[in-house]
């Protein structure tokens, strides 16, 4: 790389060349501290951390491990939220929906989260994402994830079909006997009030995911 430092070979357009040691580098790094010098550092807190998706989940504590200035580390933790956000928008809000991949790739954040996010996915006439909404964040459970909350957005917005999708932090997506009854219940509801549920995706971690029509769940 010619001994550039990691930050101008990021400024060159070298971003996915960058290892993600040199890329928390550069966050670590100061005008007094330059990013090599804080390239074992970074090393040491991947390294505890295990792989960024953990990283992720404790960035507070290692901009405080490291002295970062207030203003730095507000400045770090917006930016990682814009870029997170930004992944969730890969697919954008009018997404077509034709294959549950689709909704997949939207709600890939989810993989991140430590608690179950559960989702209304709210679909037009030709099954485009009009919104969606979290119902609930917590333990799935057919007593908890009722019909009235789950629908009303639906409503509200004149959707004309649904897709739920929720994730398992403990990163296995095959549904549990409580997704199965959620799903059951669900597409009961939507049979009756018109909007049917045309989906329930599970997402795990490292691109497993469930597809409960696949599965044979909603027929």
Do not use: C
Request: hydrophobic share 40%.
């Amino acid at each position: 790389m010619g001994g550039r430092s990691p930050r101008e070979r990021l400024l060159a357009g070298e971003a996915n060349a960058l290892s993600p040691t040199e890329l928390l580098a550069i966050i670590l790094a100061s005008d007094e501290t330059p990013e090599e010098a804080v390239l074992p550092s970074a090393q040491e807190a991947l390294r505890k951390n295990g792989n960024l998706r953990e990283l992720s989940h404790s960035l507070h504590s290692v901009l405080r491990e490291h002295n970062l200035p207030y203003d730095e580390s507000v400045r770090v933790l917006a930016a990682y939220e814009l870029g997170k956000r930004a992944g969730q928008m890969k697919w954008g809000d009018r997404a077509l929906t034709g294959r549950p991949e689709a909704i997949v790739a939207m709600f890939a954040h989810l993989e991140d989260e430590r608690k179950e996010h559960f989702i209304a996915v709210l679909l037009d006439t030709k099954n485009q994402v009009i919104t969606h909404q979290t119902i609930h964040i917590g333990t799935v459970s057919a007593s908890i994830v009722g019909v009235r909350e789950f629908f009303r957005p639906a409503v509200q917005h004149g959707a004309t079909s649904v897709i739920a999708v929720h994730n398992h932090p403990s990163g296995n997506p095959e549904p549990s006997p409580e997704d199965i009854a959620v799903t059951r219940t669900l597409e009961e509801a939507g049979r009756i009030l018109e909007i049917p549920l045309l989906d329930h995706i599970i997402i795990g971690t490292e691109d497993n995911w469930v597809s409960l029509r696949r599965q044979g769940y909603i027929g």
